[in-house]
Nanobody, 124 residues
């Protein structure tokens, strides 16, 4: 069973940048980042297809966040720029390890494997 390990979270000030990494222990197809703020439901952030040719972003992060992947390293990244206090959340990496199709990529149930999460805190 594939395992995902996130890293790169931390405490930063508004306007700063962070890069999250998610390393997979095996083959993955579509991968995504979700986040959950205190007292709120989990929400979609960004997704990328296996080939990297299809990418989706939540409206709230478009133009500020960039998702990329390195299949040779089985790793997906989330570059977060111009961070805002409302970006504060636990960020989770998710992967589809069973199907290569890129469908419903913004929906959590499209992914069968999840990481443990990494905390991102943005102060004003």
């Amino acid at each position: 069973q594939v395992q995902l390990v996130e890293s790169g979270g931390g405490l930063v000030q508004a306007g700063d940048s962070l890069r999250l990494s998610c390393a997979a222990s095996g083959r993955t197809y579509a991968m995504a980042w979700f986040r959950q703020a205190p007292g709120k439901e989990r929400e979609f952030v960004a997704a990328i297809s296996w080939t990297g040719t299809r990418i989706d972003y939540a409206d709230s992060v478009k133009g500020r966040f960039t998702i990329t992947r390195d299949n040779a390293k089985n790793t997906v990244y989330l570059q977060m720029n111009s961070l805002k206090p409302e970006d504060t959340a636990v960020y989770y990496c998710a992967a589809n390890t069973r199907r290569s199709t890129y469908v419903m990529a913004t929906v959590g149930r499209s992914y069968d494997t999840w990481g443990q999460g990494t905390h991102v805190s943005v102060s004003s």
